[in-house]
């Protein structure tokens, strides 16, 4: 983001709603596109640069979980706070939204204000990850773009985001393979939760909460490695400390 206005992605299939998101945010000096479900969203991202995202979960052709799962596999795409305007307000619901790591999951009535607070918040957030993405060598060991990294069984392209496991190509998220890239580069060191939860989120929180954002992510990784719930494999967890990564082996 730059000096210029923030631009937000609205979208949802109910044409008054938008219109009253429209109104709303561009009365607070927000620029409004809209978009009336996933897969308008999805055409329109590669035309305009979107701040932030504010999605229904119900929708025709492409709804907001499938949504946010499509964008997470994109690395242009994966950073842009993501937050579920949504009528469902079942527990699972939020639940099931949170555990795919998106970033706000707020009712339809929510207050004005809250509803301003919190896009205010991410955004602020967002400027922070974009810092931290800048700085993101400092995690690192003087790899260049161009290196393989290989450690024991596992392989990473830095340059194409393509990860390797025991011969297999695997399919990660960008915040996925970002939080293994930062563990490789650091293998057998810990690195803090709250190191990991800036470089995936660019978010700075205290650790039982950056704790509690970061351990969906690295369940769904260890799953995604094969490894059964509870089966640390080679990313082991440093309770109330950080992770490490130990170099796997057959």
């Known amino acids: 983001m730059d000096g210029s206005q923030p631009v937000i992605l609205a979208i949802d299939d109910d044409p008054a709603f ?5 109104e709303l945010l561009g009365s ?3 620029q409004v596109v809209e978009a009336e479900d996933g897969l308008e969203a999805l055409a329109l991202l590669p035309q305009r640069k979107i701040d932030l995202i504010l999605a229904d979960v119900a929708m025709p052709r492409l709804n907001g979980y499938q949504l946010f799962a499509q964008l997470s596999e994109h690395p242009a795409w994966a950073s842009i706070p993501f937050i579920f305007l949504s009528a469902r307000t079942m527990d699972s619901d939020v639940r099931y939204a949170k555990e795919m790591g998106v970033d706000d999951y707020l009712m339809k009535d929510v207050g004005v204000e809250d509803l301003l607070a919190t896009v205010r918040g991410k955004l602020a957030l967002a400027r922070r ?15 260049s773009d161009n290196d393989m990294l290989e450690l024991g069984t596992l392989r990473l392209d830095v340059l194409r985001h393509a990860v390797w496991f025991r011969g297999e190509r695997l399919r990660l998220s960008a915040r996925e393979f970002q939080l293994l ?3 490789a580069e650091r293998a057998t060191a810990v690195v803090p939760t709250r190191e990991l ?3 995936t989120h660019g978010q700075r929180m205290e650790d039982e909460e950056a704790g509690r954002l970061l351990r969906p992510l690295v369940r769904s990784l260890r799953r995604k490695f094969g490894y059964e719930i509870g089966e640390p494999g ?6 109330g400390v950080g992770y490490r990564l130990l170099p796997p082996t057959e």
Do not use: K, Q
């Open 197 to 199: 939860i800036e470089l």
């Open 129 to 143: 990850y974009m810092r931290a993405r800048g700085d993101a060598r400092s995690f690192s060991s003087s790899l």
């Open 28 to 30: 607070f000096g927000y």
């Open 234 to 239: 080679f990313i082991e967890s440093m309770r």
């Open 18 to 22: 938008r219109r009253y998101l429209h």
């Open 181 to 183: 890239r930062c563990l």
